[in-house]
């Protein structure tokens, strides 16, 4: 196990007195916080950064951890000197629920994790729920179906530590579920203990981007090109929609951005979205003498100014 | 190894139609009742029902935890709580909007 130096940790110097440590928390805190932060490895360091301030806050454990770390150096291989912990009191709850390092447990460990968890609304007897959040492809939601997560849930182990656990769950996706929403998965959070009711747990989904469809809430979008005299004379098209494929009537005079709707053909939701086809102009290449002497008719034939509207 | 529909645990969408008791979401985030109705007042949570016993979809479970999270972590106070949760819904649906047309 690492020695870990919880002053670096918090950049703050050795003899930082609590208010600066409690600036350089909040600092941290909101640049790491995995709800606020893009940071790649946000929740890793948002946890190292509870660690630490959980420790230097507490002027028992500040006071115990200097005394310990005095020989020490970061990185440094460590072990705690047997019953080095006497003649400090620890008392109170940490931040966050992720779990702490080796270090941390081998510290504090049953004293620190005894005043947590199972705040205000504590049930004996009902396990607590889990929360997670998943990407999904579109497709699961157009049309339900089977998909497997791999989820790390945290676990509480025989000896009372706090340990990550990885499990894969088979779940039968809810057709029509939209992106911020949470599936429901009854009895799949925390063990209960002795025969009590197991807790819930809730899986928030985000969707993978779509090939084909732009999503929009319950709406749905799709770029369909058509051609110059599809979009000027009407015509009817093959369109993919979620429900399969269709003939789409193109209003003679569309154009570019041309907006159709597909009323009830978005995702499956009570109520469900629609469908939006967006018109985008395709021009065929004049890539050989047929097609470049059909564009010189058109230019003969067609007065028209394409940037009219500028000016010009 | 493909997963088996048979296998497969139902998932129920927990949303406008999930109602909860102030006492639900007061379990289900670890607060007492007193905090969830400081959010309320704060406009944090949208009461949905309120005839004769306040109701809350299952949305609300999500921005509670939230609140909850920022609340602790952050040190934040409720107004704050309040402009942090509604400003991080506008980012998690402008991310949405520009993941989709990427």
Same mark, same amino acid.
């Given at each position: ?43 890793? *360091? ?15 454990? *500040? ?16 072990? $705690? ?17 992720? =779990? ?11 004293? #620190? ?10 049930? $004996? &007897? ?11 492809? +579109?497709?699961? =939601? ?8 791999? +989820? ?14 990885? *499990? ?8 029509? %579920?939209?992106?911020?929403?949470? %599936? ?6 925390? *063990? ?5 009711? @197991? ?9 993978? @981007?779509? /090939? +084909? ?10 770029? +369909? @090109?058509?051609? $110059? ?36 053909? &978005?995702?499956?939701?009570?109520? /469900? ?7 985008? %102009? #395709?021009?065929? @290449? ?19 100014? /394409? ?6 | ?62 921005? !509670?935890?939230? !609140? ?15 402009? !942090? ?6 980012? !998690? ?10």
């Amino acid at each position: 196990m690492e020695f870990k130096d919880y002053y670096k940790v918090m950049g703050v110097a050795r003899d930082a007195t609590d208010a600066q440590i409690k600036q350089a928390y909040r600092k941290l805190a909101r640049k790491y916080h995995p709800d606020v932060s893009k940071e790649k490895d946000a929740e890793e *360091r948002f946890k190292e950064v509870g660690e630490a301030y959980e420790v230097l806050k507490s002027p028992e454990k *500040r006071a115990a951890y200097d005394q310990l770390g005095k020989d020490y150096r970061p990185g440094q291989d460590f072990r $705690p000197p047997p019953n080095w912990d006497s003649g400090f009191e620890f008392s109170g709850a940490g931040p966050g629920d992720g =779990s702490y390092s080796d270090f941390f447990d081998s510290l504090f460990g049953a004293q #620190a994790r005894a005043g947590r968890g199972r705040g205000g609304g504590a049930h $004996p &007897g009902r396990g607590e729920d889990h929360h997670a959040k998943v990407l999904l492809d +579109l497709q699961a =939601s157009l049309n339900g179906g089977t998909r497997s997560f791999t +989820l790390r849930m945290p676990e509480i182990d025989a000896e009372g530590r706090l340990v990550s656990k990885e *499990r894969t769950l088979n779940v039968q996706v809810p057709k029509g %579920i939209l992106a911020g929403q949470q %599936i429901r998965l009854a009895g799949q959070g925390e *063990r209960a203990p002795g025969n009590g009711t @197991p807790g819930d747990l809730y899986i928030e989904v985000e969707f993978q @981007p779509d /090939p +084909l469809y732009r999503v929009d809430g319950r709406d749905l979008y799709l770029e +369909l @090109p058509v051609s $110059p005299w599809e979009a000027s004379l009407g015509a009817s098209v093959k369109t993919p929609t979620p429900t399969g494929i269709v003939d789409l009537k193109i209003p003679a005079g569309s154009h570019a951005g041309s907006k159709l709707r597909l009323k009830g053909r &978005g995702i499956p939701a009570t109520p /469900p979205g629609d469908f939006y086809v967006v018109l985008q %102009i #395709a021009l065929p @290449p004049a890539n050989d003498e047929k097609a470049k002497a059909a564009y010189a008719a058109l230019a003969a034939a067609l007065p028209f100014n /394409p940037r009219a509207s500028l000016g010009v | 190894m493909s997963p088996s529909d048979e296998r497969a645990l139902p998932g129920t969408i927990f949303d406008e139609s999930a109602i909860l008791s102030i006492k639900d979401l007061s379990r289900m985030c670890a607060v007492d009742e007193r905090h969830i109705v400081e959010f309320v007042e704060e406009g944090v949570l949208n009461v949905v029902n309120v005839s004769s016993e306040w109701r809350f979809s299952g949305d609300a479970l999500r921005r !509670a935890r939230l !609140a909850v999270r920022l609340e602790r972590d952050l040190e934040l106070n409720l107004a704050g709580v309040a402009l !942090a949760v509604e400003l991080l819904e506008e980012l !998690a649906q402008l991310r949405r909007e520009l993941r989709t047309r990427r």
